[in-house]
């Protein structure tokens, strides 16, 4: 069974910057796009970040400029650089990744890490 394992999330002021990672526990296996989305309290669930298997990337437009979402293929690892954070970045932070197994494409998630940003 895949896990994504996620690290980096905390208290941070506004204005600071976060490096959150996420990494497949096993290899040997196609990793498709890879991202990042995060659920505020009574929110629903958004989509930050996303990037493909050849490192195209697209942002939610709330992030453009200050987010980076950036990936090691030998690793297996998803990166999101988050900069001049604001409070309304204040949410759990999950990861996903589209993982090829017995010739089907499925979702991944990760366990989620809070990302609080207040002074």
């Known amino acids: 069974q895949v896990q994504l394992v996620e690290s980096g999330g905390g208290l941070v002021q506004p204005g600071g910057s976060l490096r959150l990672s996420c990494a497949a526990s096993?290899?040997?296996?196609?990793?498709?796009?890879m991202g990042w989305y995060r659920q505020a309290p009574g929110k629903q669930r958004e989509r930050v970040a996303e990037?493909?298997?050849?490192?195209?990337?697209n942002y939610a437009d709330s992030v453009k400029g200050r987010f980076t979402i950036s990936r090691d293929n030998a690793k297996n690892t998803v990166y999101l650089q988050m900069n001049s954070l604001k409070p309304e970045d204040t949410a759990v932070y999950y990861c996903?990744?589209?993982?090829?197994?017995?010739?089907?494409?499925?979702?991944?998630w990760g366990q989620g890490t809070q990302v609080t940003v207040s002074s």
């Open positions: 990037i493909t298997s050849d490192g195209s990337t």
């Open positions: 096993r290899s040997g296996f196609s990793i498709g796009a």
């Open positions: 996903n990744a589209r993982i090829l197994r017995e010739r089907s494409w499925y979702s991944y």
